[in-house]
């Protein structure tokens, strides 16, 4: 069965930091470029940062540029979001997803983070 | 950068009637990334509709993908109960390389 599994969200205050993890299993990891995408209580979708399959290249929406960083493990088949200096209008649930030809045909269940003093 | 608007906001029909969505973007898109998702309250997205018009795997061919340059649907010809969901088209930018979401359309049971 192909899955993705997200984890490590959570409550943290503003300014805090918070790594997300997502981890793939039923196809080749290794192959494929991975996504995150977040969405706000009540609103639409946000892709946030892609990393290719060998972590050769790295985009970032510009709302998170500087403050995320995505990487992965492909040993561990696993993707990484390290989030810093987050914010009120960070808290989303967030989802990693596969990249097929630049669209996204398996995503996560999300994980939610909440940012809040 | 490329913004992608959805209409309507909100779309209300029964059963049994077509549905049609638009996706409108700021600038002529490349069909071959241009995407349809369906989200159900507490569930993740679902790829419906890839390449503008080729549909994902398993999904119904009441389902159906059009449109090119700026302007694009999603048509669901007869629908189900089990439609009724919130619809994002999808779009990436490989100038840019950057994607972007509509602002979606709720599809509604009227």
């Known amino acids: 069965e192909l899955l993705l599994v997200e984890s490590g969200g959570g409550l943290v205050q503003p300014g805090g930091s918070l790594r997300l993890s997502c981890v793939a299993s039923g196809f080749p990891f290794n192959s494929y470029t991975m996504n995150w995408v977040r969405q706000a209580p009540g609103k639409g979708l946000e892709w946030l940062s892609y990393?290719?399959?060998?972590?050769?290249?790295?985009y970032y929406a510009d709302s998170v540029k500087g403050r995320f960083t995505i990487s992965r493990d492909n040993a561990k088949n696993s993707l990484y979001l390290q989030m810093y200096s987050l914010r009120v209008e960070d808290t989303a649930v967030y989802y990693c997803?596969?990249?097929?030809?630049?669209?996204?045909?398996?995503w996560g269940q999300g994980t939610l983070v909440t940012v809040s003093s | 950068d490329i913004v992608l608007t959805q209409s309507p906001g909100t779309l209300s029909l029964s059963p049994g009637e077509r549905a049609t969505l638009s996706c409108r973007a700021s600038q002529s898109v490349s069909r071959s990334y241009l995407a349809w998702y369906q989200q159900k309250p507490g569930q993740a997205p679902r790829l419906l509709i890839y390449g503008a018009s080729s549909r994902a795997t398993g999904i119904p061919d009441r389902f159906s993908g059009s449109g090119s340059g700026t302007d694009f649907t999603l048509t669901i010809s007869r629908l189900e109960p089990e439609d009724f969901a919130v619809y994002y088209c999808?779009?990436?930018?490989?100038?840019?390389?950057?994607?972007?979401f509509g602002q979606g359309t709720k599809l509604e049971i009227k």
């Open positions: 997803a596969r990249d097929r030809t630049r669209h996204f045909d398996l």
């Open positions: 990393i290719t399959s060998s972590s050769s290249t790295l």
């Open positions: 999808h779009h990436y930018g490989s100038s840019s390389a950057m994607h972007t």
